[in-house]
C-alpha cells in the first residue's frame, strides 16, 4: 500500500497535532515496513528526521503557493500513485482529479463548538466549515475519542457507521527509562524541588491552572509548571504575587522531550484538571512514566486515565486541593495507584495503535 499523509503538523507543529502526526507516522513505520508512507507538503523541517529514513518514508514537495494544501495536495497524491490520503488534523483537501484513492481524517476535538468563547468568530467558523467538509469527503473518520465521536455525530451531523474510534499513543521518551546521568543533569539544570507535584501543558483558560494554584495556596506542596505561556498566564502571576506564593510555583520553559520524561518520573503527582480536551495524552505520558494522575472528571479525561487515576471537578479548587492533599500524605496510596495505571496505559502502546491503524487502512482498501 502506498498511503500518503497531509505532513503539514508532522514539520511545523512542536506539540498536540505535530506530536500525533509524528508518532503515526512512525508506528506505522516500524511495524508495517512493507509499505509506501508519503509526507506531503511544500516543505520540511528537522522534525521528524528520525522518521525520514529514506526507504518506506518519503518527503514529496507539494505544489506552491497560496490555498495549494487545499486546492493541490489531494491531486499531488494521486500523481504518486497512493491508494489512500490520510488527513491528520481535521482537514482534507477540496480538489482532486479522477484517479481512484481512499480519503481518511483524524478529527481531534471540536472544543471550538463546545467552547466558542475560547476562538475567535473567524476561527470558530473557519474551523467548522473545514471540519464539516473535511467529514463529508471523507470515506471513514478517525475520531481518538469516544467523547469525539458524540462530538461528531451531534454537531457535525455524521452518521456513527462512518466513525472509528482510534487512540493516540504518546513519544517513546515516556516509555524509556533515562540515564542516572540525565536525571541528575535534568534536576540540577532547572533546580527541580525534591517532592513536588507537575502541570505540562499550554498555559491558557482551557487548561485550568488557576485552579490548580488556588487549590495548593496554603499548603507547602510546591508545583511545577512546563507549558507556553499565554496572556492567561498573567492571571496566574497575579495571584501569586498577591499570596506570595511566587516560591511555591516553579515555571520552566525550553525543556526537551527526554528532560520533560524525566520530569514526569520525578513528580509525586500529576494533575491536569483540564475544563475539555480532544483526549489528553498528558494523562497518558504520566501513566507511562509510573506517576498517579489527578484529572477532570468530564469528557474524555476518564478514557485517557482509567479507574485508578483520581477525579475531581475542574470548576472545584476545595476538590482538586482535597484530591492532591489525599495523595501527597498517602505514599503506599500512590504507588498502587501507580501500578494499576501503569497496567491500563498499555493499551496506548505503540504495537496496538499501528494494528488499528492499519486495519482501517486495509479495511477501507
Known amino acids: 500500500m502506498k498511503i500518503a499523509f497531509?505532513?503539514?503538523?508532522?514539520?511545523?507543529?512542536?506539540?498536540?497535532?505535530?506530536?500525533?502526526?509524528?508518532d503515526l507516522v512512525r508506528i506505522l513505520s516500524e511495524y508495517y515496513p512493507n509499505n509506501e508512507y508519503l509526507l506531503l507538503n511544500k516543505n520540511k523541517s528537522e522534525r521528524g528526521k528520525d522518521i525520514l529514513d529514506g526507504t518506506h518514508v518519503k518527503f514529496v514537495e507539494t505544489s506552491k503557493g497560496n490555498f495549494s494544501r487545499q486546492l493541490a495536495m489531494g491531486k499531488d497524491a494521486q500523481k504518486q500513485g497512493a491508494d489512500i490520503f490520510h488527513g491528520l488534523s481535521g482537514e482534507l483537501p477540496l480538489k482532486w482529479d479522477q484517479k481512484p484513492i481512499k480519503k481518511i481524517v483524524t478529527i481531534h476535538d471540536l472544543i471550538f463548538v463546545r467552547y466558542p468563547q475560547y476562538y475567535s468568530f473567524f476561527d470558530r467558523k473557519i474551523h467548522l466549515w473545514k471540519f464539516r467538509k473535511a467529514a463529508h469527503i471523507a470515506d471513514k473518520i478517525i475520531a481518538i475519542s469516544e467523547q469525539t465521536k458524540r462530538d461528531i455525530v451531534q454537531y457535525l451531523q455524521i452518521p456513527e457507521s462512518k466513525i472509528e474510534v482510534i487512540y493516540q499513543g504518546c513519544h517513546k521518551a515516556f516509555k524509556e527509562q533515562q540515564s542516572v546521568e540525565l536525571i541528575q543533569a535534568t534536576k540540577d539544570k532547572f533546580k527541580l524541588p525534591e517532592n513536588f507535584i507537575l502541570n505540562v501543558g499550554t498555559i491558557e483558560d482551557r487548561k485550568n491552572l488557576l485552579n490548580v494554584v488556588k487549590a495548593i495556596k496554603g499548603t507547602e506542596i510546591p508545583l511545577v509548571v512546563v507549558g507556553r505561556k499565554t496572556k492567561y498566564y498573567q492571571?496566574?502571576?497575579?495571584?501569586?504575587?498577591?499570596?506570595?506564593?511566587e516560591q511555591q510555583v516553579v515555571f520552566l520553559e525550553g525543556v526537551s522531550m527526554d528532560e520533560l520524561a524525566v520530569i514526569y518520573k520525578l513528580a509525586n503527582i500529576f494533575v491536569y484538571p483540564s475544563f475539555f480536551e480532544g483526549f489528553g495524552i498528558p494523562v497518558i505520558e504520566a501513566l507511562f512514566s509510573k506517576t498517579v494522575v489527578v484529572t477532570s472528571n468530564t469528557g474524555c479525561m476518564p478514557e485517557a486515565g482509567g479507574k485508578d487515576s483520581v477525579y475531581v471537578d475542574p470548576n472545584n479548587d476545595l476538590d482538586i486541593r482535597a484530591k492532591i492533599k489525599f495523595l501527597w500524605?498517602?505514599?503506599?496510596e500512590r504507588k498502587r495507584r501507580e501500578e494499576k495505571g501503569f497496567e491500563f496505559v498499555q493499551k496506548f502502546n505503540d504495537e496496538p495503535i499501528a494494528k488499528e491503524l492499519m486495519n482501517l487502512y486495509q479495511k477501507i482498501i
Request: proline share 0%; glycine share 6%.
Open 6 to 22: 497531509d505532513a503539514k503538523r508532522f514539520f511545523h507543529n512542536t506539540s498536540g497535532l505535530g506530536n500525533y502526526s509524528r
Open 329 to 332: 500524605d498517602n505514599e503506599s
Open 235 to 245: 492571571k496566574i502571576e497575579s495571584f501569586l504575587k498577591k499570596n506570595k506564593m
